[in-house]
């Protein structure tokens, strides 16, 4: 959504800033976590608090807790009274009773999820399945609870479901729907490459589907139907690499089922509606009000990437889970869409999905019969084929080399200076699949020697132009998994 900076002479509300850093400041300050756009006499602010509520309840308490230690409840002041002095009584009484010692009162236990510091709180966030905290004050006492989200707070802690973003489930729990309408006009569609494809140094989470040509090697402009019955959560519009602004849009079909489109072109008023108006330099998503979508109803338009490139399709299941040679570093890394990546063609009904079956191919738009529609889940352990990471750290991070077969018998190497296509005979063509020692790949006037090391954990690569080498060279790149 496009911004418009506050004039120097308006008075700005408190805890509304110009810019996202000092919105983010001010929340931490105000005791809330995240940001929230807010326009007031019609000029739009970065606000503290992604929740609106938390930041009414916040600020009209003017609760400031500058750091944990400073969290206390202050006693009111008593007040002394001097009393004209007495004699002092010469004669001891004795105690009638035995004495009776005083206990200090029961402390009342949090609610949950509700601490006392800032860690502990976006420990429980994690754990809880949401993001952040907010500063909350329950009979007097204040805490930091789990959660940015007063909505989110209430829905994950009463034991509702999750869906793939993390955001708390307000649809139909059902993992068994399918798509009842097609994505798009398929009589226009050259080829359909499946998920799980190599390119770029990853795996993707998504399909390709290649528009036919125009001439002067432009793509048909195809409609983008809605599959089923589904609700829109998040729109990123963003510039690519090729001078086209595109967009990225994702919708949730039950608690379990999603789907996504990215390079779409243009968009259906009702996402223009809520979309950014400006293009960012990252397709990193907004999340929007729940708009509802029937069963085909118009999404957009695509031409794909650029105007010639593919355009993407991803369905995500979270009752399917990927396995990886390394899974902890995909579950700490919470790694969503690469788990729950499914063929996105098996979830369509009959005759939709013998269709689009029949359409599965290769980048360059030949159709290739018996292709298997293939997930994420390409790693083979102790094999090369799979993704690889240029950390050991076990957190959120992209894969830098992947490697695997494409339709059509292609090994593809991807992410070292380029992707690199070997096709099946060629003299170093080898299924990735069952590499586990040693080779040298060579195409496209490069070669990529690999050793596979540590039981299938690590591999190192070097790559050069030319012919192969004998012999890993020195200086090659290890890579884990």
């Known amino acids: 959504m496009a911004t418009s900076t506050p004039t120097p002479t308006a008075t700005i509300p408190p805890y509304h800033y110009a810019t996202r850093a000092e919105a983010e400041a001010g929340a931490i300050k105000l005791g809330c976590s995240g940001w929230n756009q807010a326009k007031v006499d019609g000029t739009t602010y970065f606000r503290a608090c992604a929740s609106g509520a938390s930041f009414e309840s916040l600020v009209s308490a003017t609760i400031k807790p500058a750091s944990d230690a400073q969290i206390a409840i202050t006693p009111s002041p008593t007040t002394t009274i001097s009393l004209p002095p007495t ?17 200090a009162a029961p402390a009342h236990a949090p609610p949950p999820y509700h601490y006392a510091t800032r860690a502990e709180a976006e420990a429980g966030a994690e754990e809880l399945g949401c993001s952040g905290f907010n500063g909350v004050r329950v009979e007097g006492t204040f805490y930091y609870r789990a959660c940015g989200s007063d909505e989110s707070y209430e829905l994950l802690a009463s034991g509702a479901p999750i869906t793939l973003s993390g955001a708390p489930c307000k649809l139909e729990s059902d993992a068994t729907v399918r798509f009842s309408a097609t994505l798009t006009d398929l009589t226009q569609i050259a080829s359909i490459v499946p998920a799980g494809s190599p390119s770029g140094g990853v795996i993707k989470p998504h399909s390709y589907l290649h528009n036919k040509d125009l001439p ?7 409609p983008v139907y809605a599959v089923a019955d589904s609700v829109l959560t998040s729109v990123a519009y963003y510039d690519t690499s090729v001078g086209t602004s595109e967009y990225l849009i994702f919708f949730d079909v039950t608690c379990e089922i999603s789907y996504k489109f990215d390079h779409i072109m243009s968009v259906a008023p009702k ?30 338009y695509a031409n794909g990437a650029g105007g010639q490139g593919a355009w993407d399709f991803g369905v995500y299941d979270t009752t ?4 990886f040679a390394n899974q902890e570093r995909y579950v700490k890394g919470n790694m969503g869409q690469l788990l729950h990546t499914v063929c996105p063609y098996d979830y369509f009904t009959e005759p939709l999905k013998s269709q689009m079956y029949a359409l599965l191919g290769t980048h360059d738009q030949r159709l290739v019969p018996d292709v298997e529609c293939t997930t994420t889940q390409r790693d083979v352990p102790g094999a090369v084929a799979g993704a690889w990471f240029d950390t050991q750290v076990l957190e959120f991070s992209d894969a830098k080399v992947a490697i695997a077969m494409l339709p059509g018998d292609i090994v593809a190497i991807t992410g070292i200076g380029g992707d ?12 990735p699949g069952l590499l586990t020692t040693t080779h040298c790949y060579s195409g496209s006037g490069r070669w990529f020697f690999i050793e596979i090391q540590a039981d299938g954990m690590e591999m190192a690569i070097a790559d050069g132009s030319g012919g192969c080498p004998g012999a890993l060279p020195a200086g090659a790149t290890v890579y884990y998994r």
Request: net charge positive; aromatic share 4%.
């Open 87 to 103: 004699s002092t009584p010469t004669i001891s009484a004795q105690p009638t009773s035995t004495p009776v010692p005083q206990t």
């Open 216 to 222: 002067g090697g432009k793509n048909v402009r195809v």
């Open 271 to 300: 996402i223009l509606a809520v979309a950014p108006e400006i293009p960012s330099d990252t397709s990193e998503g907004n999340r929007t009000p729940a708009i509802t979508f029937k069963a085909g109803e118009l999404i957009g």
């Open 320 to 323: 399917y889970t990927n396995q």
């Open 420 to 431: 690199v296509r070997i096709s099946k005979g060629q003299p170093t063509w080898l299924d």
